[in-house]
């Protein structure tokens, strides 16, 4: 450092009430050590009596207090107490510790409040100075919004309308601050005002400067060259230049300079605030100063950037995330011990829950902030107009459908008809059933998202509602309520205490006595699963079929006999036995004994129903693997998957071949996700409704009747997707072709493109080729939609199934990674502009791939994810799934094998891509900790510079419940995040 000689500096400032001092530069050490001298000097000699630092003026309250006595150390204060992390240098304490010691002289904040983006600290000061009011904690909960960076990326996340109530309310505050008549609350108030009207920094510091005037008599200024020079800087007046104005000669710029030292580059990465990259650079020139906006300018030489500061900027800018302690806890499952720094965070208390909103402000804010909002929400609508109707259910003649908040009831499917239902905002329609006869219907409604569900029932005649269960419906996995045959009453499948302890039995209520009592269902000691009781149209039978995934007809009932008892039925099979009572017997889809699927005949008298040899086969294991079959009048309809797409042939009672429905092209026909809710069909239709798409066609509702050769359309396609279609297949480790669909833009050129896979593999569920409103969105914005049919799901039979199952759970990540590098190998994609997504268990799968293969992703979005299977052993339903898909928790073999799937535990330091995790606050399922552990444990570990972000939206559950505007706002945040990664257009 050249040291300046104070000699031209004391006589140019000999009359002057304020000298500014300019920093070329921040967080140069030799500049604060020529702060330290100038202001002693000033003190010393001319009577100088306050400090004023380009530092927030609310911070600086506990700055002042300090220097005159207060407790504390110096780094502690300097740290928290000067804004920009500018008091993080020795220097900086030396000059406060002479301050101190000293005494008699003033430091003052002149800066808005929070780094100038968040009023929190202005806000809590001021709430401190004027009388309490009761929403007073809650205005300081939203006002608070961090630390700078976290704060403007919150602050860029809310809408218009939030920010202006936000902006609003703290006008009222600046009012109560500036009716008390105090000075300080006044300027306070005047903090918040300026953050509340997006006043100019420089107004606000020349305007506090202006008010430290009132009660000094010599001030020094310090804040850098920018702000202290007289002349306007990049055409906007500064704080020099206001002071110039008002006290003439009264004020004098001191410029700096030097000949070699570090510069900071930093450049745009996106239109996010603070989304910086930033390069250190020493040795480098300073800025040249304008003399002619200086009264005078020093050139201290060679200088040097404070230690560490760079590095802080560097953390700062990364990290724009609330902080997540970590805890000294250890998960012991079986006697295998793993570290489990986050448990905190699976607590649902006030410090969790204010952390999860800071979490999901930062990421809407990283995402959204920058992006056209109303050009993303159309595109999402657009495609969200296709999305998959629910069929109507039938009895008496009428057709009963959900429409909007409301259930009509109509002449046909889609006729004109009456509102019967109105429910109330923010509820869900879960479900709906009318008894036979047509006089009641029965509802299940959802508040909360969360899928639990209550039952309503009204009267049709008068629109009275009826007494009704007081049960919780966990979900609507067993299609809400069976009614008996003379609608005299309905079987329910529900909780019998919290959903956290996750116990359920079957119910019988009767309408004419309004009781609920447990209905004896003689199921598997110890299961879990879900039962479903099937009536038979004549009312003589009932069959209790058990189990979600792979149900099997457990026991059975013959309301006829004397007895009339339940019986075991079929307990032993470990296969799927899926059907409906077709007269005397139990008409099903199986895979005993066929992969592929084989439709059998069971004899609801049998004398040995667990023995598969007494089952009447009537139509055998072929080439497409059967899914279902649904009686229709004297037919029987049989749904299949053909190299996943969809086909269904018409069988007469026998088994013979009818026909076959000519479906509207190649695509899928709806089905509920698991196969026992596609068992509770209700009332018997008398024609074949089915919903049909397309990856590129719209959800459509058809009709077809037995013998005819045409169906007919209920409801057209009201999309279509300017799209194509392509079949691919990766070679899998083991040499297994996985195959997969591509959706890509019409006319899109070959070669690399933005693209995004989407896979499940799981629970033999298959993953359909269907139109999915999100996917539709990504593809029109431009990506490439990969459709992956992994092993684990159901699309390709039973052994595709357990080939990724429990102890070969691996296999469908392995299938995962096949699949990723066969396209990229084949040109399709790179890295760069590679994305993931998959919701529950295929979240999981997500957290894996990321974990362990970030190499291969430039973003991943897991989806009301299963993140941690060590934490999921100690939650009751969790641990029902994990028993039945993954292993034996009590097995320490089993629970050693699962920490190395699972996401959570497999965390380790390192580069990563984007991730943007979304979950449900009032998920039953996957609750939302799993999500908010993941993201913690990712964002500490992270040492790249892509974004780790979490949103877990209130009011939210698993999907199957949530209403459609959360949903929507869901596909907006997703979509926006993956436009912003793969450079997509809107």
Not at 352 to 366: F, P, S, Y
């Amino acid at each position: 450092m050249t040291t300046p000689s104070l000699g031209r500096l004391r006589e140019a400032v000999t009359g002057a009430r304020v000298v500014a001092l300019g920093e070329a530069a921040h967080n140069v050490t030799e500049l604060h050590e020529l702060r330290d001298r100038v202001l002693r000097m000033l003190v010393e000699e001319l009577g100088f009596t306050a400090l004023v630092l380009e530092s927030g003026f609310a911070e600086g309250l506990a700055l002042d207090a300090w220097v005159r006595g207060g407790p504390g150390t110096v780094a502690e204060v300097a740290r928290d107490a000067i804004s920009y992390g500018f008091g993080n240098a020795e220097a900086v304490h030396r000059q406060l510790s002479w301050l101190r010691a000293r005494g008699g002289i003033r430091v003052h904040g002149m800066d808005v409040s929070g780094g100038s983006t968040s009023p929190g600290t202005a806000v809590r000061k001021l709430l401190a100075r004027i009388p309490a009011r009761a929403g007073d904690p809650d205005l300081l909960r939203r006002s608070d919004l961090g630390g700078r960076v976290e704060a403007a990326v919150r602050w860029a996340g809310l809408d218009a309308a939030e920010q202006e109530r936000r902006r609003a309310e703290l006008r009222e505050l600046a009012e109560r601050g500036r009716a008390t008549g105090d000075p300080v609350a006044e300027r306070l108030a005047a903090s918040v005002l300026a953050f509340a009207d997006g006043q100019e920094r420089d107004v606000f510091m020349a305007d506090t400067v202006r008010w430290v005037l009132e009660r000094e008599e010599r001030v020094l200024v310090s804040a850098h060259d920018g702000h202290v020079q007289r002349t306007p800087y990049d055409g906007t007046p500064t704080l020099g230049g206001l002071l110039a104005d008002a006290l003439g000669d009264g004020y004098v710029a001191i410029g700096t300079t030097f000949t070699s030292g570090p510069a900071v580059r930093i450049t745009d990465r996106s239109a996010r605030p603070f989304d910086w990259a930033v390069a250190l650079e020493e040795g480098v020139p300073g800025p040249v100063a304008d003399e002619r906006a200086f009264d005078l300018v020093l050139d201290l030489g060679e200088v040097h950037r404070v230690p560490g500061a760079f590095e802080r900027l560097e953390r700062e800018l990364a990290a724009p995330y609330p902080p997540a302690r970590t805890v000294d806890v250890h998960a012991v499952q079986a006697g295998v011990s793993v570290p489990d720094p986050y448990r905190w965070l699976e607590a649902e208390d006030d410090e969790v829950h204010a952390w999860q909103r800071r979490q999901a402000e930062v990421a809407t804010g990283a995402i959204l902030g920058g992006q056209d909002r109303t050009a993303l929400r159309a595109l999402v609508e657009q495609y969200d107009a296709g999305a998959r109707p629910v069929l109507p259910r039938h009895a008496a003649g009428r057709w009963f459908r959900p429409d909007g908040s409301s259930v009509v009831v109509a002449e046909e499917p889609y006729g004109p008809g009456d509102a019967v239902v109105v429910l109330e905002d923010g509820a869900v329609l879960s479900w709906l059933a009318p008894s036979p006869d047509g006089r009641v219907l029965a509802v299940g409604v959802c508040t909360d998202g969360s899928e639990h569900n209550t039952i309503r029932l009204v009267d049709l005649a008068s629109g009275a509602p009826l007494p009704a269960p007081s049960q919780v419906l966990h979900s609507a996995w067993t299609g809400g309520v069976s009614w008996a045959a003379d609608s005299a009453g309905f079987w329910f499948f529900a909780l019998t205490g919290s959903p956290e302890e996750f116990v359920q039995a079957t119910f019988h209520h009767s309408l004419a006595t309004g009781t609920t009592v447990v209905e004896p269902v003689p199921v598997p000691a110890g299961s879990r699963e879900y039962t479903l009781v099937q009536p038979s149209p004549d009312g003589r039978w009932l069959v209790a079929a058990h189990r979600v995934g792979s149900p099997v007809p457990v026991a059975v009932r013959d309301l006829a006999s004397p007895e009339g008892e339940w019986r075991p039925f079929v307990t032993t099979c470990t296969g799927t036995v899926a059907g409906h009572v077709v007269g005397d017997r139990y008409v099903a889809v199986t895979d005993v004994g066929a992969a592929r699927g084989r439709v059998v005949a069971i004899p609801l008298d049998a004398a040995t129903p667990d023995d598969a040899s007494c089952w009447e086969e009537l139509v055998p294991e072929g080439p497409t693997v059967l899914r279902s079959v649904t009686p229709v009048g004297e037919h029987l309809y049989l749904s299949e998957l053909d190299r996943t797409f969809a086909r269904v042939r018409v069988l007469a009672a026998s088994g013979a071949v009818a026909g076959e429905v000519p479906l509207p092209g190649e695509g899928a026909v709806a089905a509920p996700f698991f196969a026992l809710t596609g068992l509770a069909v209700g009332t018997p239709v008398p024609d074949f409704l089915f919903a049909f798409s397309t990856p590129t066609t719209s959800w459509s509702v058809h009709r077809h009747r037995p013998g005819v050769d045409s169906v007919e359309t209920l409801l057209a396609p009201v999309v279509m997707l300017d799209a194509m279609v392509e079949e691919g297949a990766a070679p899998a480790a083991d040499g297994t072709p996985v195959p997969f669909h591509v959706i890509r833009p019409a006319g899109s050129a070959d070669g690399p493109a933005p693209t995004l896979v989407t896979a499940y593999g799981a629970a033999n569920v298959p993953t359909l080729p269907s139109y999915q409103p999100d996917l539709a969105a990504f593809v029109a914005a431009g990506g490439t939609v990969v459709q992956a049919y992994l092993r684990g799901g159901g699309e390709l039979g039973r052994d595709w199934y357990l080939a990724a199952h429990r102890e070969t759970k691996h296999v469908r990540d392995d299938d995962l990674v096949a699949v990723a590098e066969h396209l990229i190998e084949s040109g399709r994609t790179t890295p760069d502009r590679l994305a993931l997504t998959g919701g529950s268990d295929g979240g999981l799968m997500c957290g894996v791939a990321v974990t362990t293969r970030p190499d291969l992703w430039r973003a991943v979005v897991p989806r009301a994810p299963l993140l941690d299977l060590v934490a999921g052993m100690r939650d009751p339903y969790l641990d029902f799934v994990i028993r039945k898909a993954w292993g034996d928790p009590d097995d320490p073999v089993d629970v050693r094998r699962m920490i190395g799937r699972s996401p959570y535990e497999l965390v380790r330091p390192g580069v990563f891509p984007a991730v943007y995790v979304q979950a449900g606050a009032t998920d039953p399922r996957c609750r939302p900790w799993h999500a908010r552990k993941f993201v913690a444990r990712l964002q500490a570990a992270q040492q790249g510079d892509a974004p780790i972000l979490l949103h877990v939206f209130e009011d939210a559950g698993h999907g199957a419940a949530t209403s459609p505007e959360v949903v929507v706002t869901q596909d907006v945040e997703w979509l926006g995040f993956l436009v912003r990664e793969l450079g997509l257009a809107t």
